[in-house]
């Protein structure tokens, strides 16, 4: 079984900056994954932000592109989510997720943007 813990989120105002750490553990192949960062707002469906490859590709979703980094750390298990120019309309609970393989969601962590 996978564990996925994200942490970095917080209340934050419009323009403010914030950046989300993923840590996968247990029985993970995160080295050779395909990662995503998703989010999910208030009476809506998670949706997908940001994904990595393991060769370090990105692919940006394009409401946060220009905006929104993905990056990773293979030596550490981890995918981080560095967001800049933040909006209120960024407000929502942020996840990470093997994207070819899903695993047990985590319990994600609570991104705020004040305007």
């Known amino acids: 079984q996978v564990q996925l813990v994200e942490s970095g989120g917080g209340l934050v105002q419009a323009g403010g900056s914030l950046r989300l750490s993923c840590v996968a553990s247990?029985?993970?192949?995160?080295?050779?994954?395909?990662m995503g960062w998703y989010r999910q707002a208030p009476g809506k469906q998670r949706e997908l932000v940001a994904t990595i490859t393991d060769g370090g590709s990105t692919n940006i979703a394009d409401s946060v592109k220009g905006r929104f980094t993905i990056s990773r750390d293979n030596a550490k298990n981890t995918v981080y989510l560095q967001m800049n120019s933040l909006k209120p309309e960024d407000t929502a609970v942020y996840y990470c997720?093997?994207?070819?393989?899903?695993?047990?969601w985590g319990q994600g962590t609570q991104v705020t943007v004040s305007s």
């Open positions: 997720n093997d994207f070819y393989l899903p695993q047990p």
């Open positions: 247990g029985r993970t192949f995160f080295s050779i994954s395909t």
